[in-house]
């Protein structure tokens, strides 16, 4: 019973192991885009709430971030994909 129950353990753990890594190289591919909080279409409007003479405050409220964040957007730092 031992054996059995070690070898399922085993299992369980490579398996576990096979998925990190999987998960892994799937955000290598992708880059950063999964762990982004704001849609591309959220950032275009951010882009558009600037022309429009907003803050970088009251945009950055607005959207529930950081200046600092909007800033990076809008200085072509970040998001560089999304037009």
Not at 53 to 82: C, F, H, M, S, W
Request: glycine residues 4%.
């Amino acid at each position: 019973m031992v054996d059995r129950v070690s070898i399922d353990w085993e299992k369980h753990v490579r398996e576990v192991r096979e998925k990190e890594i999987a998960e892994r190289k799937a955000r290598r591919l992708i880059g950063s885009r999964k762990l982004r909080k704001l849609t591309d279409t959220q950032v275009r409007e951010i882009r558009k709430a600037r022309k429009k003479k907003y803050t970088y405050k009251e945009i950055a409220i607005a959207y529930g971030v950081t200046i600092n964040v909007i800033r990076q957007i809008l200085n072509g730092n970040t998001y560089k994909d999304v037009t």
